[in-house]
């Protein structure tokens, strides 16, 4: 079955540095989305890319995605420290589901 | 900006208690979802629902769960009897369309705690 997983499981860094989030998946996909979960709260939605897309820009966000390879990256640029969340990436397959498969999530802190 | 309103913020029961969570999608849209998050663990998939009716579950949505739109902006999940097991964050999310290529807009999420 379709399975998302992320690396890093966690990541540390000091504001103002850029912070790189990987996303792998296992079947062929429609739509990757990019959420983020500040600890206990809802899932903010970050950027969606579509399978024909190869890369999308949304403020200091930049998703890649290669369908090849299966897999996406997240990057943060010039971080702060209100950027400190879990990240995950989800996938909706071509089998004609509704349902979206959600990654293990990237927990990132943003030291000040 | 449009968002997904969910009720209770928080709800502590007891195991065999049914309990009802609440959530209003965002207006325009058609889809709507319950996903849940056992503590430290994924967020999972339980339930779709389109033009009054389930479009897709997982194997999680058994029996004692179920889905209902009692009027145009409700929609609600009932848990008929509350295991120890069912304890973890319940989101509501929403969309325009279904399928593929739509942004799915999710609420700030109920803590469910059986006890």
């Known amino acids: 079955s379709q399975q998302g997983e992320e690396d890093p499981q966690a990541l540390s860094i000091q504001e103002g540095e850029n912070a790189t989030m990987n996303c792998s998946y296992k079947?062929?996909?429609?739509?990757l989305q990019w959420y983020r979960q500040n600890s206990g709260r809802g899932l903010v939605h970050l950027i969606l890319?579509?399978?024909?897309?190869r890369e999308k820009h949304s403020g200091r966000l930049r998703v890649t995605l290669d369908t090849s390879k299966k897999s996406s990256s997240l990057l943060i640029t010039a971080s702060r420290a209100a950027d400190t969340a879990s990240y995950f990436c989800?996938?909706?397959?071509?089998?004609?589901?509704?349902?979206?498969?959600f990654g293990t999530g990237t927990r990132l802190q943003v030291f000040p | 900006e449009p968002e997904v309103t969910q009720t209770p913020s928080h709800q502590v029961t007891q195991m065999g208690q049914e309990v009802i969570l609440r959530c209003v999608p965002i207006?325009?849209?058609?889809?709507f979802y319950w996903y849940r998050q056992i503590l430290g663990q994924k967020v999972e998939f339980l339930v779709s629902?389109?033009?009054?009716?389930?479009?897709?579950k997982s194997e999680i949505f058994d029996d004692q769960f179920s889905v209902e739109r009692p009027d145009g902006s409700n929609f609600t999940l009932k848990i008929r009897s509350t295991k120890l097991e069912d304890s973890a964050m319940y989101f509501c999310?929403?969309?325009?369309?279904?399928?593929?290529?739509?942004?799915?807009?999710f609420g700030e999420g109920s803590w469910l705690t059986v006890v």
């Open positions: 999310a929403s969309s325009v369309r279904g399928r593929s290529g739509n942004t799915i807009y």
């Open positions: 079947t062929s996909i429609n739509n």
């Open positions: 989800a996938t909706d397959a071509v089998d004609n589901t509704d349902k979206l498969i």
């Open positions: 890319i579509r399978s024909n897309e």
């Open positions: 207006s325009n849209h058609l889809y």
């Open positions: 629902f389109y033009n009054n009716e389930i479009s897709e």
